[in-house]
């Protein structure tokens, strides 16, 4: 199963106003400061945003998790996860079974649309990770 998210497209007045914003940040930085600087900041700033503007592709299957993104892809096997959590904003996996405090920094958030966060529910269940509560 494959899932695209591409959030700039779902929402193209955000991604308007966005950009508008950036366009005004880049304005105030090359009038305050001196034109190296201010491109660096500028540019670290658009950097951040690349996974807001730029589609990602999750590639489940039968050996693992794949995410693909602009600067490359990583792939992740089924055996580092033990449970999802179904988030209003995407799918958690986990390596873990219960909550922990270091979860946030070795599990994966693969923030989705509706229809394919059900999708994806359906198939973790399938891989038989555990559905773990909010």
């Not at 693992?64 to 179904?86: C, D, I, M, P, Q």
């Not at 079974?97 to 958030?109: I, L, M, Y």
Request: proline share 5%.
């Amino acid at each position: 199963m494959t899932i695209s998210f591409h959030p700039a497209k779902d929402r193209p007045k955000t991604a308007a106003a966005l950009a508008f914003g950036l366009g005004i940040v880049f304005q105030m930085l090359w009038q305050w400061l001196s034109p190296v600087p201010a491109l660096v900041i500028w540019f670290a700033l658009v950097l951040s945003l690349r996974d807001f503007y730029l589609p990602s592709t999750y590639s489940l299957n039968a050996e693992g998790l794949t995410v693909k993104r602009l600067l490359g892809a990583r792939h992740y096997s089924w055996e580092r996860f033990r449970a999802f959590v179904n988030d209003r904003n995407g799918v958690f996996l986990s390596p873990y079974k219960k909550r922990r405090a270091t979860e946030n920094q070795r599990g994966v958030f693969l923030p989705m649309l509706a229809e394919q966060r059900r999708k994806a529910v359906e198939f973790c269940l399938e891989m038989g990770l555990e559905k773990q509560a909010k």
